[in-house]
């Protein structure tokens, strides 16, 4: 069931505080568009955090993504600074550590890796 909503009349704590089950963009098209430099984009913070688990650049970062699968998937949350779009977190233990990985596609149709950092909940 799809659910639209106008964003322009919904209480700003609303986007904050949803959260959804199941993914909001198909896992493989994320990963494939991340593939090619001209579909990805690699926030700053995420290459910061990335680099200092030992991933050092974007083909780090991208091989790493590649391993994820839907049973990866922790949660789907919408994004607090771009009204509209969605965020699927995933969590995995990639080269011996526990990873929070949050994936989003934009609105230019590239898929973005806006965190890549230690998993510090239990």
Request: hydrophobic share 40%.
């Amino acid at each position: 069931m799809i659910l639209l909503l106008d964003i322009y009349t919904m209480p700003i704590y609303y986007y904050i505080n949803v959260k959804n089950n199941s993914p909001t963009y198909d896992l493989t098209l994320l990963l494939e568009l991340l593939q090619n430099p001209a579909t990805r984009y690699i926030t700053y913070t995420c290459l910061e955090d990335a680099s200092e688990l030992g991933f050092n650049d974007a083909d780090a970062i991208v091989m790493a993504t590649s391993t994820l699968t839907n049973e990866d998937f922790y949660k789907s949350m919408v994004a607090k600074k771009k009204a509209g779009l969605w965020q699927d977190v995933y969590k995995k233990t990639i080269s011996g550590q526990k990873l929070y990985i949050k994936l989003q596609l934009n609105k230019s149709k590239q898929a973005v890796v806006i965190s890549f950092k230690k998993d510090t909940s239990n």
